[in-house]
T-cell receptor
Framework: GNSVTQMEGPVTLSEEAFLTINCTYTATGYPSLFWYVQYPGEGLQLLLKATKADDKGSNKGFEATYRKETTSFHLEKGSVQVSDSAVYFCALSDQAGGTSYGKLTFGQGTILTVHP | NAGVTQTPKFRVLKTGQSMTLLCAQDMNHEYMYWYRQDPGMGLRLIHYSVGEGTTAKGEVPDGYNVSRLKKQNFLLGLESAAPSQTSVYFC????????????FGPGTRLTVL
């Protein structure tokens, strides 16, 4: 079955530090990959996505590249801010056969705390 | 445009009690989903619906029932609550044409004693 594995957290950084959150996946077919973010007390929001190999998703200074050869989709940001403190979820949707109905498989989430 | 709303925000139940969680969306989305979020486990799909009057089981459906009588509403029921159902419950919805971009509600924190 499908699975998503994220790096263990929590991650604590100082403002303006470089961020990497690792994500690897196992899936049949050719999945689409996503990063969702959950700010304190809120639901999840889509941060970025990539639908095929070598695609780069980007939003709000965050980037992730779909690497099929390493089955990875690592999230990066060059300079984090206090406002980036949140929980980050990597997810995939397996489109094989067109019957996934948009179902997402999530990783366990990584808590990011950024200090001034 | 309120997006996806959930009622209630918090609830405490005793073992064996029943309750219904309500999810409403005003974006005319065809697809709706119920997830539960537990520490260290990410989100897991409980049930989903691909349209009014249809529902299907997700990854962890046992102990839950759902109904989608109207396109904008998706109800999650617990007939006899158990401590193992203590969790945060999220509802989400998506367009038929953009299935993967799901819009989430703020969540319901449920504690079963």
């Amino acid at each position: 079955g499908n699975s998503v594995t994220q790096m263990e957290g929590p991650v604590t950084l100082s403002e303006e530090a470089f961020l990497t959150i690792n994500c690897t996946y196992t899936a049949t077919g050719y999945p689409s990959l996503f990063w969702y973010v959950q700010y304190p007390g809120e639901g999840l929001q889509l941060l970025l996505k990539a639908t095929k190999a070598d695609d780069k998703g980007s939003n709000k200074g965050f980037e992730a590249t779909y690497r099929k050869e390493t089955t990875s989709f690592h999230l990066e940001k060059g300079s984090v801010q206090v406002s980036d403190s949140a929980v980050y979820f990597c997810a995939l949707s397996d489109q094989a056969g067109g019957t996934s109905y948009g179902k997402l498989t999530f990783g366990q989430g990584t808590i990011l705390t950024v200090h001034p | 445009n309120a997006g996806v709303t959930q009622t209630p925000k918090f609830r405490v139940l005793k073992t064996g009690q029943s309750m219904t969680l309500l999810c409403a969306q005003d974006m005319n989305h065809e697809y709706m989903y119920w997830y539960r979020q537990d520490p260290g486990m990410g989100l897991r799909l409980i049930h989903y619906s691909v349209g009014e009057g249809t529902t299907a089981k997700g990854e962890v459906p046992d102990g839950y029932n759902v109904s989608r009588l109207k396109k904008q509403n998706f109800l999650l029921g617990l007939e006899s609550a158990a401590p193992s159902q203590t969790s945060v419950y999220f509802c989400a919805s998506s367009y038929l044409q953009v299935l993967n971009e799901q819009f989430f509600g703020p969540g319901t924190r449920l504690t079963v004693l």
